[in-house]
């Protein structure tokens, strides 16, 4: 089984911003970008104006156990970061995992036109 690997570093997430292809709904931002072959990692991003350190830390373990639950739905030897947005602050696991594939499908749509 392959491990969660979280992305830490500013330059990771600034070169996933710059580089990398992104697809958004209301609920969330998803940037997608290859890293030669480092795994699939993850990286979060929740605004203060989404709300309080409570929710945004309740957003940000959603959105873990979500990727952690699903590694082989996101394709292999990417980098990925999630931002979320402030139409978010209310949503349960269920509904911020339906918002995950869409923006998923969203980009994979992309990568095949």
């Known amino acids: ?3 969660f690997i ?16 992104s697809a958004a709904n209301r609920y969330l931002v998803l940037y997608q970008f290859p890293n030669k072959g480092l795994g699939r990692r993850f990286g979060f991003s929740i605004s203060k104006k989404v ?10 373990r959603i959105l873990k156990e ?8 996101f394709p292999a030897e990417h980098d990925f970061v ?4 402030q ?4 949503q349960d696991y269920h509904q911020m995992e ?9 980009l994979n ?3 095949r036109e």
């Open 6 to 21: 979280s992305l830490k570093k500013n330059s990771e997430f600034q070169s996933v911003y710059r580089h990398g292809v």
């Open 87 to 90: 139409a978010s602050f209310d």
């Open 98 to 106: 339906k918002h995950v594939w869409h923006v998923l499908g969203k």
């Open 51 to 60: 709300g309080k350190a409570v929710c945004r830390n309740r957003l940000r």
């Open 109 to 111: 749509q992309q990568e």
């Open 82 to 85: 999630f931002i979320v947005r």
């Open 1 to 3: 089984m392959e491990k």
């Open 66 to 73: 979500i990727c952690r639950l699903n590694l082989e739905r």
